[in-house]
């Protein structure tokens, strides 16, 4: 039951960040169901090639796929002014896909008996991977490869999981909290991991380069 409430609430929650990003990019209506469907299953779609899974497994899930249907026209006939609404929200979503779908796919590798490390590697490609997707084809710099701490918050709960840290769905659900809201903070207050530059970051900003 835990991973088909966090399925559909990772589902939902890309597919808005898929359609909107989308909309940002002024895609017409093919564009933005491609966009929101391949945020919505493609972390999943990487996950199960990386680990060995049947990709197959992906299209067996008429429920989520009429899900994210309704949820992508919802979003494109929105009216504009709520539009702007759902994009100051867009932080929001994309915490909510994240920490549904990591923690999914970590239950969903666990349940396999898959290894700690495979189990870490299904949290942080769910979680992340229909993100990098969807900033790639919308030719944006996806998350994970900038500053914001991002795929770390994937990391700890696929940790959590695969250590038998929350063997019960009351606990996989305070991790899904947990998470959503270390992701959200972050973002709020610009946490991030260290960078390096192969030229002074202040020459940079001297010299107009951002």
Not at 179 to 207: C, M, T, Y
Request: with cysteine; charged share 10%.
């Amino acid at each position: 039951m835990v991973w088909e409430v966090l399925n559909i609430i990772g589902t939902i929650s890309f597919a808005i960040s898929g359609s909107v990003v989308a909309i940002e990019e002024q895609f017409d209506l093919l564009g933005v169901f491609v966009l929101g469907f391949v945020t919505a299953f493609g972390g999943g779609m990487i996950r199960n090639l990386i680990i060995g899974l049947p990709v197959a497994n992906i299209w067996h899930q008429p429920g989520l796929f009429l899900t994210a249907t309704l949820t992508i026209l919802l979003i494109f006939f929105l009216p504009y002014h709520w539009l702007r609404h759902w994009k100051r929200m867009g932080g929001f979503f994309d915490a909510l896909g994240l920490s549904a779908f990591a923690i999914e796919g970590a239950i969903y590798a666990h349940d396999a008996h898959s290894t700690l490390t495979t189990t870490l590697i299904a949290a942080v490609m769910t979680g992340i991977g229909g993100g990098i997707l969807r900033d790639v084809l919308a030719r944006r710099k996806p998350l994970i490869f900038q500053s914001e701490i991002y795929a770390l918050w994937a990391l700890a709960a696929g940790a959590c999981v695969g250590l038998g840290l929350v063997p019960n769905a009351a606990l996989q659900y305070v991790l899904f909290v947990i998470v959503a809201v270390l992701r959200i903070v972050s973002l709020r207050f610009g946490w991030h991991l260290p960078q390096k530059w192969l030229s002074n970051p202040q020459d940079q900003v001297e010299s107009g380069i951002e």
